[in-house]
């Protein structure tokens, strides 16, 4: 993670939210060329004798970014952890800035249902193009992106912990989520969240053309219905799920953090 | 209207209907190549952008040797690993079914895990495999990346590979979509075409198929495509990079590289595709 730094730089907080930031495009970005496809329902059925094509194709290519070195870091959690196999080769290290318990933070179950049950419906079109190997390698680009940025809750946690630990220390020792969760979370700071990845919903996901007055459009002020992602979606998506969850990754790794 | 003539206006209609829609030609138009052409176009840019999110990363693109399970010893690039095993995943799970999808690398599948689904064929079958791929990806590793991202090394190589995959997939469909291109402009002027692919002559068929204006206009719209989506977007304003003067550092990608990817090797390679299956078509 970038925001690890090279070695012996110290977690930031800004460095952190410049990482989360980044990740905003990624996962807008995600979503737009997702939507290129239509829902493309087989993709998701049980096949005869198991389970679906996504499912299939998820466990495969995690696979292959485990013999690639993959999964070290504390924000790049697997879906089907069971046996991965171990890197091909050798892998370039990285600084331990996290409580060692952070690598039993995982939220993918969540996401994965997430993103399935309810995200899916939301920005892809009805029908079937026969494109399921490219939809599911789709799905795949937005649930690492997803997961990856779900998962960066680690660092805000151990960021925000280091900044005060006289406030979170008695939560933590008396196992309080509630007390926790309210102190990690800043709706003004959520409200802008969710402002700026609507707006990059619009920009990012409008048609860009040559026409002089399209010069508007890069202020975000296209209208929404030709956004190849409704913008609305991202800021709920924002607003439901991601920063709901990363929470629950901070308050999950804080309750371990004095162990 | 009297009987008669609404007879003689639904055989018209019919008439009509029937030249319009011939099995074959269900779908695939010039304005429905060009609707293709320009999704592509931010398909690739956001692969750029994705890409340069992570420095060089050489230690991706040496090679290693390594043992497989077979106890044979391997001589690949990380990256090329990857690209490899990440296409067999996807032959197996249906990807080379469709016509426009030619992998990088092929793998015998027995099978596919797909659902079934009756894909289209507009290609002529004579012609339909002809690609550039091999092109690509010495241009994308050799040209392309060393512009693209910055020098350095944070270790990411997993997901490296993965964004170069995107960006190899993404100009390989775009590339390879000349086979379409070709297809629409031979229906579209059958004689002409017939007599030059009969003569061989490579030279009067490129000429046919360009159109300086019109690749000027997919130049310029690429270029402002990188501007648009590779800007950093914050809350307060307009951003710097509204500013046609402002310098192409505020941009994840240069858009110049973008400029000259499409000027200098995208629609080149493409024309190449469309002339290398027209000198098929009559196979």
């Not at chain 1, 194709?57 to 069971?82: L, W």
């Not at chain 1, 933070?105 to 969540?110: G, L, M, P, R």
């Not at chain 2, 990380?78 to 469709?98: C, D, H, M, N, T």
């Not at chain 2, 091999?134 to 910055?150: H, R």
Request: aromatic residues 10%.
């Amino acid at each position: 993670m970038d925001a690890g730094g090279g070695a012996g730089e110290q977690l930031s907080l800004s460095a952190v939210r410049d990482q989360l930031i980044r990740e905003e495009d990624s996962i807008v970005f995600a979503l737009i060329e997702r939507a290129k496809r239509p829902r493309n329902a087989p993709a998701y059925s049980a096949a005869c004798g198991g389970g679906s094509l996504a499912e299939f194709f998820v466990r495969e290519a995690e696979a292959v970014y485990a013999k690639a070195g993959h999964y070290q870091k504390p924000e790049d959690v697997p879906f089907f952890p069971q046996d991965l196999p171990p890197p091909l080769f050798p892998t370039k290290g990285y600084p331990k800035v996290l409580h060692p318990s952070a690598s039993r933070v995982c939220v993918n179950d969540a996401i994965w249902k997430m993103y399935f049950d309810e995200l899916l419906p939301l920005f892809t079109a009805n029908g079937d193009d026969g494109n399921y190997a490219e939809t599911v390698a789709l799905d795949f680009a937005c649930l690492q992106a997803l997961s990856r940025r779900i998962h960066c809750g680690k660092y805000v946690a151990e960021v925000k912990f280091k900044d005060s630990p006289q406030d979170y220390s008695p939560p933590i020792h008396a196992k309080d989520n509630n007390a926790l969760m309210n102190l990690l979370t800043f709706k003004a700071v959520e409200e802008k969240v969710k402002q700026r990845v609507e707006k990059k919903a619009r920009i990012f996901g409008q048609n860009v053309t040559l026409e002089e007055d399209s010069v508007n459009k890069q202020d975000g002020n296209a209208c929404d219905s030709e956004c190849k992602v409704d913008p609305k979606v991202l800021s709920k998506l924002y607003d439901l799920w991601v920063m709901p969850l990363t929470k629950d990754v901070e308050v999950e790794y804080l309750l371990q953090r004095l162990d | 209207m009297a009987a008669h003539s609404v007879y003689s206006y639904l055989l018209l209609c019919n008439a009509i209907t029937l030249l319009l829609v011939s099995p074959c030609c269900v779908g695939l138009g010039l304005d429905t190549v060009r609707d293709f052409l320009t999704r592509e176009e931010d398909t690739i840019v956001f692969s750029l952008i994705e890409r340069a999110k992570h420095p060089l990363n050489l230690p991706a693109y040496e090679e290693h040797a390594w043992f497989g399970p077979d106890g044979r010893r391997h001589n690949d690039s990380f990256a090329e690993l990857f690209v490899r095993e990440s296409e067999q995943i996807q032959a197996k799970a249906g990807r080379y079914q469709s016509q426009e999808e030619i992998p990088f690398f092929h793998s015998r599948v027995p099978f596919t895990l797909a659902p079934p689904y009756n894909f289209t064929t507009d290609l002529y079958p004579g012609a339909a495999s002809v690609n550039v791929n091999d092109v690509i990806w010495g241009i994308y590793f050799n040209e392309l990346l060393p512009l693209l991202a910055k020098n350095g090394d944070d270790g990411n190589y997993a997901v490296t590979a993965a964004s170069d995959l995107a960006c190899l997939q993404a100009l390989s469909r775009r590339i390879n979509y000349g086979r379409y291109v070709a297809e629409v402009k031979f229906r579209g002027d059958q004689q002409r075409y017939t007599a030059l692919i009969g003569s061989k002559n490579k030279d009067a068929l490129m000429k046919l198929l360009t159109s300086e204006a019109q690749e000027d206009v997919v130049k310029r719209r690429v270029e402002k495509k990188a501007m648009v989506l590779g800007q950093d977007i914050t809350l307060d304003g307009p951003t710097e990079t509204g500013d046609t003067n402002s310098g192409q550092s505020s941009f994840k990608v240069a858009p110049s590289v973008v400029y000259k990817l499409y000027d200098q090797w995208v629609i080149p390679l493409t024309k190449n595709v469309e002339v290398d299956y027209l000198l098929h078509r009559l196979d």
